[in-house]
């Protein structure tokens, strides 16, 4: 891997940091460490300002940042010392006059014991907001991590059987991703067997894929690189029930108009509009009751939000899932959910599973 | 699972809080809520007082808050409201002088959104002293976290092979434990080939088993019910070098030093002080960069740690790692570890796996 692209996300958070009152910015927050570095351990800080860039690190990761961070400065911290007092001592040698901090993951008695020695500016969603548009390398970080997902989706299903349970389900497609190159999913994986799909967010149990006619699988890969996918399909395990046909249907259209009305300039909460009215249409509304779709990327729900009160528009370069739903308490529930990219004239369909109702009905 | 464990658990937490200036304290630290309550979700807080305690999350867990925590009361947030928002209202009703919040976990902005609304009580630990000490429903968790590692482990040893590589090592063995009732992987394993043993963290990598003559496995399971188990072992893959057998004896003297030094009362650092004097007498002392051991149960890392420099005494109900290691840069690295109740007269050692030398040679 390249290290300039890390260190072209730094100059755009620099450039970034000019508009806030602060010089310098103490990055704490794990991802955005790794968003802005490469480094992909824990209990390590970014400090950054115009012409610095230093990782506070322990020693436990000496060798880790020079082989993920090559070229990145690093500043191991004596063991005596807390990471918080080594930053300090290095931010004051900057003579600054406010040093930035991230508010919304920054806990509190870190920054009341900052804020003692140095002004601080709370800043929220800096890095965030460069992670919502995808470079060249996370999109092809993320097409592997689909990859992965997928590939692992049919080993699962090439081995299914009835007397699987959640759990089953759920750890062998975990271990198949893995067999794909996947390092873990990535989050825990939902397999929700007749009514508990109703759930939107069921932990998967004891209960035996023939205890009904129909499974949910919500599912996703992290990459080694550290990019996630983030798929939902339905499987069909026993005899067609017209009514999960009826409103697998209707999802289904929900989900194809949201996707078709992707595109550069358009408004997140338009897209959610566009599928949701097919949904409310059918007279499911009411059973519809989450956003329709996120970001995802190094975390597994990034900005934006696709839902009916989000304001973002969409640029190319935003990766997000599409994934309308229909709930019913005590009978179970349907998602499908897709991975889109935002592209300069409308969007590409990430990933590739067959997603029509005779394409979920196992033999 | 009886819930008047959680109701007790809160008694004690609200006897702590009568110490503190404030009245109701809003507990929003994950592991800690579910500690309070059983609730294994996330997105949840708890509010607590002398006769309050509600639970404040949204409509995706109404369901999974009712199955866990049978009794408790709950406040779904309203779809436009925050969980913060909600949570605020709830505590206004008390007519409260001051909220105790969670200063080393809670996010800046949070604190500042409440702060505007109600005077703060910044608090540290008491939730987690409390944790310190584990009754025995979690003892009992435990064991059967370290049943499913121990189990696990023998399915991986039996199947290993010299093609697999780290990763392999890692996957097959948190699948391995599944199979025995685990949830996952109690925390990101290490299986490290060769030198790659030296470093205390290593990330599993394509490494073939072949490459070197030992490896080492840190690993732990995360069991149903939440709890983790940790421990590390040697694996002699190839010819018996005389080198690591003698490293070998050294860090299991000192861990079975530190292990004899355990009982309630001793300070946590002459525990440490017995095992790394056996290490440093051998002429290893800075070779064993990190401290002896740490408590666990719902977290990998909980109070109390064991180190040069901690305070903490042991008292019975602690449980804890002893996991002495050498390492040396370049050529691998020696680590043993085992789980360990404090009893009232003494010590439980809770895992069993074998750790002769003998023991680690594959055939």
Redesign the interface.
Known sequence: MATDRFQSRRNRLVRKLRKTNADVMLVTYEPNVTYLTGF??DSSYLLLAKDLAVMVSD???T??IQEECPGLEARIRK??ETILDTALKLARKQKIKKLA?E???????L??RLGEQIPLQ?T?GLVEELRMVKDADEIAEIRRAIDQAERGFGFLQAGLQDTMTE?NVA?DL??AM?RFGA?KAAFEIIAAVGDRAA???A?PGRRPVSSAEFLLIDWGAHSLGGYKSDLTRMLVTGKILPKLKKLYEVVLKAQEAGIAAIGPGVASRDVDRAARSVIERAGYGKQF??GLGHGFGLEIHEHPRLSP?TKTRLSPGMVITIEPGIYL?GWGGIRIEDDVLVTRDGCEVLTSLPKQFADSVLR
């Open positions: 992909s351990g020693s436990r990761y060798t880790q063991t005596a901090v508010a919304d993951t920054l806990a509190v008695s920054w009341q709370p929220s759990l750890h975990e271990h893995r390092e759930l939107p967010h932990r009751g989450h009160v308490p």
